[in-house]
């Protein structure tokens, strides 16, 4: 099963009868979450997701169970209640839906599953017309132990879907038999003999991954790249290749290694997050 993502969670929480559904339509000043950060507060006030330091949230759930329907309320800086400040100072403007459209959340939860972007019309505001979500991060990963390994147990830890492909299942010299991968889904090669990786690059070019990356250093590398252009790959998919891969410089333990390449996905895939 796909893990579900922390920004889907409220989101699916919201389907169920009585829920309501807490949205983040505008900031002012700092604040740890973006715009679009969702909240859901059952009746019983328990809640799934998170806004800030749960005095938000109690808050919430106190003024959403006495709303008979949606508004717009500001919180910290700038708001009327003056008993409730945040601690970072800032001001908040949370869109509070005792009553969320349910049809409309299982649309967009359906849309996730099956990979694509999806869109949230919300209720009449001035602020955020539509909450957008982008699909589940998903890492596919070729190669060897322990570095396959220790990848995987990392992405496993922190929710991240894994699709694992060892050698076995493939032939070398052939593309494996899968489907690309989706936009977003993580590519990585991770192996130290390199004759496995043209053909796995070539397939994984054909689709609109966000990321593709390849273990090895920069005589690896330049070799690798040499392959790729005589096997007719052009010049610009051979730069959508990482390589070296991870954001510590020459990882020598598996687990740094793998720490060091799941910072880079993460990263990328949430500086492609629609809200920013």
């Known amino acids: ?44 006030g328990s809640v799934t997701g998170s806004l800030a330091d749960g005095c938000l949230e109690r808050q919430l759930a106190s003024d959403i169970a006495a709303m008979p329907r949606h508004d717009v309320r500001r919180y910290g800086h700038g708001s009327p209640q003056i008993d409730f400040r945040l601690p970072c100072g800032g001001g908040l403007d949370i869109l509070l839906d005792p009553a969320p459209d349910r049809d409309a959340c299982r649309a967009v939860l359906a849309k996730l599953e099956q990979r694509e972007p999806a869109n949230l019309t919300l209720p009449a505001n001035d602020l955020l017309s539509q909450r957008a979500y982008q699909p589940a991060l998903r890492v596919r990963g070729y190669g060897e132990d322990p570095e396959l390994g220790a990848l995987e147990t990392l992405s496993a830890a922190c929710g991240i ?38 053909p796995l690059l070539c397939h994984a070019v054909t689709g609109p991954g966000f990321y593709i990356g390849a273990q090895g250093g920069a005589t690896a590398r330049g070799a690798r790249e040499e392959k790729l252009r005589l096997a007719g790959v052009g010049e610009a998919e051979i730069k959508r290749i990482h390589g070296p891969i991870g954001i510590i410089p020459g990882s020598r333990t598996p687990r740094t290694l793998a720490l060091s390449i799941l910072g880079e996905i993460v990263g990328e895939y949430e500086a492609l997050h629609p809200h920013g």
């Open 1 to 44: 099963m796909t893990p579900i993502e922390d920004d889907h969670a409220a989101l699916a929480a919201a389907c169920e009868p009585g829920v309501a559904l807490c949205t983040i339509v505008g900031i002012e000043g700092s604040f740890s979450r973006r715009i679009g950060a969702q909240l859901a507060i059952r009746p019983d």
């Open 161 to 198: 879907g894994f699709e694992r492909v060892e050698t076995g299942s493939l032939s070398l010299g052939q593309m494996p038999d899968l489907p690309p991968p989706d936009h977003r889904t993580a590519t990585v090669l991770l192996f130290h003999d390199h004759e496995w990786e043209v």
